[in-house]
Protein backbone atom coordinates (compact mmCIF):
# COMPACT_ATOMS: atom_id res chain seq x y z
CA UNK A 1 0.00 0.00 0.00
CA UNK A 2 1.51 3.17 -1.00
CA UNK A 3 -0.37 6.88 -0.68
CA UNK A 4 0.40 9.40 -2.68
CA UNK A 5 3.00 12.74 -1.48
CA UNK A 6 2.23 14.17 1.79
CA UNK A 7 4.78 17.30 0.40
CA UNK A 8 6.46 17.49 -3.50
CA UNK A 9 8.64 19.84 -3.33
CA UNK A 10 11.86 19.97 -5.54
CA UNK A 11 13.93 18.32 -3.40
CA UNK A 12 11.98 16.71 -0.76
CA UNK A 13 9.34 13.58 -1.18
CA UNK A 14 6.92 12.17 1.30
CA UNK A 15 5.03 8.86 0.76
CA UNK A 16 3.66 6.57 3.32
CA UNK A 17 4.51 2.83 2.66
CA UNK A 18 3.58 -0.65 4.18
CA UNK A 19 7.25 -2.14 4.62
CA UNK A 20 6.85 -6.18 4.36
CA UNK A 21 9.37 -8.94 5.42
CA UNK A 22 7.45 -12.16 4.59
CA UNK A 23 4.26 -12.09 6.23
CA UNK A 24 5.44 -9.57 8.39
CA UNK A 25 4.64 -5.97 7.78
CA UNK A 26 4.73 -2.27 9.33
CA UNK A 27 4.02 0.96 8.21
CA UNK A 28 6.13 4.17 8.19
CA UNK A 29 6.05 7.27 6.76
CA UNK A 30 9.51 7.99 4.36
CA UNK A 31 10.72 11.44 3.75
CA UNK A 32 13.55 11.60 0.98
CA UNK A 33 15.67 14.04 -0.92
CA UNK A 34 14.37 13.91 -4.42
CA UNK A 35 17.74 12.59 -5.27
CA UNK A 36 17.53 8.94 -3.96
CA UNK A 37 20.02 9.06 -1.00
CA UNK A 38 22.67 6.32 0.05
CA UNK A 39 22.07 6.50 3.70
CA UNK A 40 18.90 6.13 6.19
CA UNK A 41 17.30 7.15 9.48
CA UNK A 42 14.89 4.63 10.93
CA UNK A 43 12.82 6.10 13.99
CA UNK A 44 11.21 3.47 16.03
CA UNK A 45 8.89 5.18 18.12
CA UNK A 46 8.01 5.05 21.87
CA UNK A 47 4.74 4.59 23.74
CA UNK A 48 1.54 5.28 22.61
CA UNK A 49 3.37 6.55 19.23
CA UNK A 50 2.83 10.32 19.09
CA UNK A 51 6.24 10.73 19.09
CA UNK A 52 6.60 10.07 15.93
CA UNK A 53 4.95 13.48 13.95
CA UNK A 54 6.57 15.26 16.85
CA UNK A 55 9.71 13.89 15.76
CA UNK A 56 8.92 14.45 11.67
CA UNK A 57 7.15 17.92 12.67
CA UNK A 58 10.64 19.18 14.57
CA UNK A 59 13.14 17.41 12.19
CA UNK A 60 12.23 15.70 9.13
CA UNK A 61 12.67 18.45 6.67
CA UNK A 62 16.53 19.16 8.41
CA UNK A 63 17.45 15.55 7.81
CA UNK A 64 16.62 15.39 4.21
CA UNK A 65 18.85 18.61 3.54
CA UNK A 66 21.38 16.95 5.38
CA UNK A 67 20.92 14.19 2.48
CA UNK A 68 19.37 11.36 4.38
CA UNK A 69 16.11 9.57 3.99
CA UNK A 70 14.26 9.42 7.21
CA UNK A 71 11.84 6.19 7.87
CA UNK A 72 9.62 6.96 10.74
CA UNK A 73 7.43 3.93 11.95
CA UNK A 74 3.78 3.55 13.31
CA UNK A 75 2.85 1.04 15.71
CA UNK A 76 0.11 -1.50 14.29
CA UNK A 77 -3.52 -0.65 16.32
CA UNK A 78 -2.81 3.17 15.88
CA UNK A 79 -6.27 4.77 15.60
CA UNK A 80 -7.54 6.16 12.21
CA UNK A 81 -10.15 7.75 13.86
CA UNK A 82 -10.81 9.64 16.68
CA UNK A 83 -9.80 13.24 17.04
CA UNK A 84 -6.20 12.23 17.42
CA UNK A 85 -5.73 10.98 14.22
CA UNK A 86 -4.33 13.60 12.46
CA UNK A 87 -1.19 14.23 14.82
CA UNK A 88 -0.76 10.37 15.05
CA UNK A 89 -1.04 9.69 11.68
CA UNK A 90 0.93 13.29 10.21
CA UNK A 91 -0.76 12.28 6.46
CA UNK A 92 -3.48 13.18 5.30
CA UNK A 93 -3.96 11.02 2.46
CA UNK A 94 -3.53 7.96 4.38
CA UNK A 95 -6.48 8.85 7.36
CA UNK A 96 -8.34 8.94 4.12
CA UNK A 97 -7.29 5.92 2.41
CA UNK A 98 -8.50 4.33 5.58
CA UNK A 99 -11.78 6.12 6.09
CA UNK A 100 -12.45 5.33 2.09
CA UNK A 101 -11.51 1.08 3.03
CA UNK A 102 -13.20 1.25 6.24
CA UNK A 103 -10.33 0.78 8.52
CA UNK A 104 -9.95 1.73 12.17
CA UNK A 105 -6.31 1.50 12.60
CA UNK A 106 -2.91 1.63 11.79
CA UNK A 107 -1.94 -2.61 9.98
CA UNK A 108 -5.15 -2.95 8.63
CA UNK A 109 -6.81 -4.89 11.49
CA UNK A 110 -7.76 -3.80 14.82
CA UNK A 111 -6.12 -3.27 18.06
CA UNK A 112 -2.63 -5.02 18.75
CA UNK A 113 -0.36 -6.13 20.75
CA UNK A 114 3.17 -5.64 22.68
CA UNK A 115 4.39 -8.05 21.38
CA UNK A 116 4.13 -7.26 17.71
CA UNK A 117 5.56 -3.60 18.26
CA UNK A 118 8.66 -4.93 19.90
CA UNK A 119 9.07 -6.83 16.14
CA UNK A 120 8.95 -3.61 13.97
CA UNK A 121 11.98 -2.19 13.63
CA UNK A 122 12.71 -5.93 12.54
CA UNK A 123 10.88 -6.08 9.83
CA UNK A 124 11.46 -2.53 9.03
CA UNK A 125 15.53 -3.28 8.63
CA UNK A 126 14.51 -6.56 6.25
CA UNK A 127 12.67 -4.31 4.36
CA UNK A 128 14.90 -1.51 4.04
CA UNK A 129 18.71 -3.02 4.11
CA UNK A 130 19.47 -3.26 0.34
CA UNK A 131 18.00 0.28 -0.40
CA UNK A 132 20.34 2.41 1.77
CA UNK A 133 24.46 1.65 2.19
CA UNK A 134 24.37 3.21 5.52
CA UNK A 135 21.49 3.46 8.42
CA UNK A 136 21.47 4.85 11.44
CA UNK A 137 18.34 3.59 13.76
CA UNK A 138 16.78 6.28 16.56
CA UNK A 139 15.15 4.24 18.94
CA UNK A 140 13.03 6.71 21.13
CA UNK A 141 11.34 6.22 24.39
CA UNK A 142 9.55 2.85 23.93
CA UNK A 143 11.19 2.44 20.62
CA UNK A 144 14.90 1.49 22.57
CA UNK A 145 13.07 -1.50 23.64
CA UNK A 146 11.81 -2.27 20.09
CA UNK A 147 15.27 -1.49 18.37
CA UNK A 148 17.31 -3.53 21.10
CA UNK A 149 15.07 -6.45 20.68
CA UNK A 150 14.48 -6.26 16.78
CA UNK A 151 18.66 -5.92 16.55
CA UNK A 152 19.79 -8.63 18.96
CA UNK A 153 16.87 -11.40 17.01
CA UNK A 154 18.90 -14.05 15.21
CA UNK A 155 18.46 -13.35 11.31
CA UNK A 156 18.21 -9.66 11.84
CA UNK A 157 19.30 -7.56 8.49
CA UNK A 158 22.16 -5.78 10.30
CA UNK A 159 24.70 -5.11 7.60
CA UNK A 160 23.92 -1.67 7.03
CA UNK A 161 23.36 -0.74 10.08
CA UNK A 162 26.11 1.71 11.16
CA UNK A 163 24.74 3.10 14.82
CA UNK A 164 22.05 2.87 17.36
CA UNK A 165 20.87 5.43 19.46
CA UNK A 166 18.60 5.22 22.54
CA UNK A 167 17.33 8.61 22.47
CA UNK A 168 15.42 9.07 26.15
CA UNK A 169 15.25 5.68 25.64
CA UNK A 170 12.83 2.89 28.30
CA UNK A 171 16.11 0.95 28.75
CA UNK A 172 16.65 -0.62 32.36
CA UNK A 173 16.58 -3.74 34.52
CA UNK A 174 14.63 -5.20 37.04
CA UNK A 175 15.29 -4.71 40.55
CA UNK A 176 12.59 -6.90 42.03
CA UNK A 177 9.67 -4.27 41.91
CA UNK A 178 11.54 -1.45 43.47
CA UNK A 179 10.51 2.29 43.03
CA UNK A 180 14.02 2.20 40.45
CA UNK A 181 12.53 -0.98 38.86
CA UNK A 182 11.95 -0.17 34.81
CA UNK A 183 9.01 -1.82 35.31
CA UNK A 184 7.55 1.34 37.07
CA UNK A 185 6.62 2.45 33.56
CA UNK A 186 4.33 -0.33 32.56
CA UNK A 187 1.15 -1.34 34.64
CA UNK A 188 -1.87 -2.39 32.45
CA UNK A 189 -3.85 0.42 34.16
CA UNK A 190 -1.58 2.63 32.64
CA UNK A 191 -1.82 1.46 29.34
CA UNK A 192 -5.39 1.57 29.41
CA UNK A 193 -5.76 4.93 30.31
CA UNK A 194 -8.23 6.84 27.92
CA UNK A 195 -5.36 9.41 27.16
CA UNK A 196 -3.41 5.96 25.70
CA UNK A 197 -6.87 4.12 24.37
CA UNK A 198 -7.67 7.24 22.30
CA UNK A 199 -4.75 6.89 20.48
CA UNK A 200 -3.85 3.59 20.01
CA UNK A 201 -6.01 0.18 20.43
CA UNK A 202 -4.32 -2.80 22.66
CA UNK A 203 -6.04 -6.00 22.54
CA UNK A 204 -5.12 -6.98 26.08
CA UNK A 205 -2.89 -4.27 28.32
CA UNK A 206 -2.93 -6.78 31.50
CA UNK A 207 -0.80 -9.68 28.62
CA UNK A 208 1.22 -6.64 27.23
CA UNK A 209 2.93 -5.64 30.84
CA UNK A 210 3.54 -9.31 30.81
CA UNK A 211 5.31 -9.10 27.63
CA UNK A 212 7.08 -6.29 28.72
CA UNK A 213 8.63 -7.93 31.95
CA UNK A 214 9.73 -10.79 29.94
CA UNK A 215 11.57 -8.29 27.51
CA UNK A 216 13.67 -6.75 30.09
CA UNK A 217 14.27 -9.83 31.57
CA UNK A 218 16.18 -10.63 28.22
CA UNK A 219 17.15 -7.69 26.78
CA UNK A 220 20.59 -7.62 27.99
CA UNK A 221 21.30 -10.75 26.50
CA UNK A 222 19.76 -9.53 23.25
CA UNK A 223 21.63 -6.46 23.16
CA UNK A 224 24.74 -8.03 23.63
CA UNK A 225 24.41 -10.04 19.92
CA UNK A 226 24.29 -6.72 18.74
CA UNK A 227 28.08 -6.98 16.54
CA UNK A 228 30.42 -4.36 18.60
CA UNK A 229 30.95 -2.71 14.88
CA UNK A 230 27.66 -1.17 15.66
CA UNK A 231 27.51 1.94 17.65
CA UNK A 232 25.48 1.43 20.92
CA UNK A 233 24.82 4.81 22.84
CA UNK A 234 22.37 6.56 25.10
CA UNK A 235 21.33 10.24 24.89
CA UNK A 236 19.47 10.88 28.11
CA UNK A 237 17.29 13.81 29.33
CA UNK A 238 18.84 15.77 31.84
CA UNK A 239 15.34 17.07 33.12
CA UNK A 240 13.50 13.57 32.12
CA UNK A 241 10.01 13.34 33.83
CA UNK A 242 9.63 9.61 33.33
CA UNK A 243 13.39 7.76 33.28
CA UNK A 244 16.63 9.02 34.71
CA UNK A 245 20.48 8.71 33.97
CA UNK A 246 20.67 5.83 36.63
CA UNK A 247 18.43 3.67 33.99
CA UNK A 248 20.65 4.34 31.26
CA UNK A 249 23.56 3.62 33.36
CA UNK A 250 21.91 0.08 34.89
CA UNK A 251 21.54 -1.07 31.73
CA UNK A 252 24.55 -0.38 30.06
CA UNK A 253 26.44 -1.96 33.06
CA UNK A 254 24.21 -4.87 32.60
CA UNK A 255 25.24 -5.39 28.72
CA UNK A 256 29.29 -4.68 29.70
CA UNK A 257 29.64 -1.10 29.77
CA UNK A 258 28.96 -0.41 25.88
CA UNK A 259 28.80 2.80 24.34
CA UNK A 260 28.33 6.20 25.69
CA UNK A 261 25.53 7.79 27.57
CA UNK A 262 25.26 11.58 26.27
CA UNK A 263 23.57 13.90 28.59
CA UNK A 264 20.93 16.61 27.15
CA UNK A 265 20.60 19.19 29.36
CA UNK A 266 18.45 21.27 26.44
CA UNK A 267 15.26 20.13 26.73
CA UNK A 268 12.68 21.34 29.42
CA UNK A 269 8.94 21.12 29.44
CA UNK A 270 5.83 23.36 28.30
CA UNK A 271 2.62 23.68 29.98
CA UNK A 272 1.25 25.18 26.86
CA UNK A 273 1.71 23.07 24.25
CA UNK A 274 1.53 20.61 27.22
CA UNK A 275 5.30 18.76 26.37
CA UNK A 276 7.65 17.40 28.47
CA UNK A 277 11.25 17.30 28.28
CA UNK A 278 10.96 13.18 27.26
CA UNK A 279 9.51 14.40 24.64
CA UNK A 280 12.72 16.73 23.48
CA UNK A 281 10.63 19.38 22.10
CA UNK A 282 14.38 21.82 21.73
CA UNK A 283 17.11 18.87 21.04
CA UNK A 284 18.60 20.24 17.63
CA UNK A 285 18.46 18.56 14.45
CA UNK A 286 22.44 19.39 13.77
CA UNK A 287 23.28 18.14 17.52
CA UNK A 288 21.41 14.76 16.57
CA UNK A 289 22.89 14.36 13.94
CA UNK A 290 26.35 14.26 14.36
CA UNK A 291 25.88 12.45 17.74
CA UNK A 292 24.48 9.58 14.68
CA UNK A 293 27.55 10.21 12.65
CA UNK A 294 29.86 9.53 15.87
CA UNK A 295 29.55 5.85 15.01
CA UNK A 296 32.78 3.58 15.56
Known amino acids: ?71 VLRHAGTRLDGPCAPAMINNGARLQQGRMRGETHIGGGGPS ?40 EAGARLDKVRHLLLLAGAQGVLEDGGVTDIMRLWKAAYMAMPRVTERISLSDPVADEATLLA ?8 AKNITDSIGLDALVVARDEILTRSDAEKFQAAIGGRGTIYMNDIDRAYADPPLLAHDMPDYPTAALLALLENAP
Not at 3 to 20: G, I, K, Q
Not at 134 to 150: E, H, M, P, R, T
Not at 215 to 222: A, F, I
Request: charged content about 20%.
Open 113 to 152: NIAAWLREPFTALAAISDDYEDIFVLGNSFGALAALWSMG
Open 215 to 222: CYKDLPRR
Open 1 to 71: MSCPALVNRPDMRVRWEVLSAGEDKVEAQIWEPDQQPSKAILFCPGFPGAGAGLFEQRHAASIVEAGYALI
